[in-house]
């Protein structure tokens, strides 16, 4: 069987959770399949790996617009394949494409909803009209759909009832805990300014109103002011939060020491090193269909506050591997009450800093959780056998 995998991101270029799905899937099912994958941007070495930059006549146009020239690209290159497997609304429309062109069986796994992140309008102008309407239009043909999470099933049946629930199948996503363990090296601390001999609360993500990076930052205010505050963030979605964000570092550093801000993207080991010696890894998102970056900080034995929020739950386990902060969501998808949200952030960041123990205990508990229910060969198991289902059900009905 030949897979084409379709996917914006893809090493070197990874910044996001899909981006890291992709990679480690594709490594995974290159045991199991003929694997082929099409991604956005500058050739690349690996074998098997077509990139795809955006046609010279769009350089100049809209953002979404750009992307859907790829889109068209890629599916001119996915002639011969066995079934097509699409990751986000970036890739869709290729998918989608290639099923019309071809009679490909096309599989979405979704990480993401446009209808459930209207802050992209903010991002993409006109754009997110026709993100969204890529997104909706590849989700209703699809063959099958993968939610990585339950929470991501609901919201897939409540975003596009027009889809059936049978063809919605959750796989998670995975992590690899050989790569991310425990790593007691302090060489990365002290390149960025953070004192190994002081406790610190982490964030890693990119600067979006997703990532809940800016409630951070208002409960940062109350946090214990023995604790620094490390943020890995950058790739801003828009100049507007970009701008925010940095008022607000810039405020909060004014007020206490300690805030360390790395804009940069750091290589994984760095990043490693940084989320084992945390004594707090917190995740704000406002919208998170699984979270990877939440099993990334457990399986390197970090205990994590979480939002509980679309897929969190299922990973971050209440009182055992972590502390999931409740949020009610007004119709933009911000918290109906930021300064409560924030507050309660700061709360559950605040009783792990006084208990390092139980701190302690709970990354214990989060590295063994993953490492017994979040393996990639294991998910990429259960992607190959619905494959298989998928491409049979279309010989039969040929």
């Avoid at 002011?225 to 801003?236: D, I, K, S």
């Avoid at 009610?328 to 300064?339: K, R, V």
């Amino acid at each position: 069987m030949r897979v084409d995998l379709l996917s914006r991101e893809y090493p070197p270029d990874v910044y996001g959770g899909a981006g890291v799905h992709v990679e480690y899937l594709a490594r995974e099912l290159r045991e199991l399949a003929d694997v082929r994958v099409r991604c956005f941007g500058e050739p690349r070495q690996e074998p098997g790996v077509t990139a795809y930059p955006v046609p010279g006549g769009l350089s100049e146009a809209n953002a979404a617009l750009q992307v859907l020239g790829v889109d068209l690209e890629m599916a001119a290159g996915c002639q011969g394949a066995s079934l097509v497997h699409s990751h986000t609304w970036y890739a869709n429309f290729a998918g989608h494409v290639a099923k019309m062109l071809y009679g490909t069986p096309h599989v979405v796994t979704t990480h993401s909803l446009e209808p459930l992140r209207p802050w992209k309008a903010e991002q993409l102008g006109g754009g997110y009209t026709l993100s969204s309407w890529a997104e909706r239009t590849a989700l209703a043909a699809a063959d099958a759909i993968i939610a990585v999470s339950e929470g991501m099933r609901r919201d897939v049946l409540s975003a596009y009832p027009e889809i059936a629930p049978d063809r919605v199948t959750v796989i998670h996503n995975g992590i690899d805990t050989e790569e991310y363990a425990p790593s007691h090296g302090t060489e990365a601390l002290l390149r960025h300014g953070i004192d190994p001999a002081r406790p610190y609360v982490v964030f890693v993500g990119r600067i979006t109103r997703q990532k809940g990076l800016v409630h951070l930052l208002h409960a940062a205010r109350s946090f214990d002011p023995g604790a620094q505050l490390v943020l890995c963030a950058g790739a801003p979605d828009t100049p507007e939060i970009a701008a925010e964000v940095t008022g607000l570092v810039e405020g909060l550093s004014a007020a206490r020491d300690g805030v360390v801000w790395i804009r940069e993207m750091l290589p994984r080991p760095e990043v490693i090193q940084i989320l084992t010696h945390a004594a707090v890894f917190v995740c704000p998102s406002v919208y998170e269909p699984m979270g990877i970056v939440n099993l990334e900080a457990m399986a390197c034995e970090t205990a994590v506050v979480a939002t509980a929020t679309g897929g969190i739950p299922e990973v971050v386990a209440d009182g055992s591997t972590g502390l999931l902060v409740p949020i009610e969501q007004g119709p933009d998808g911000e918290p109906h009450d930021p300064d409560m949200f924030a507050a309660a952030i700061a709360e559950r960041v605040n009783g792990l800093l006084r208990d390092p123990e139980l701190a302690a205990t709970m990354g214990k508990a989060g590295r063994r959780r993953a490492v017994e229910h979040f393996s990639w060969r294991a998910i990429a198991e259960q992607t190959l056998k619905l494959y298989t289902r998928v491409t049979d059900a279309g010989a039969r009905s040929s």
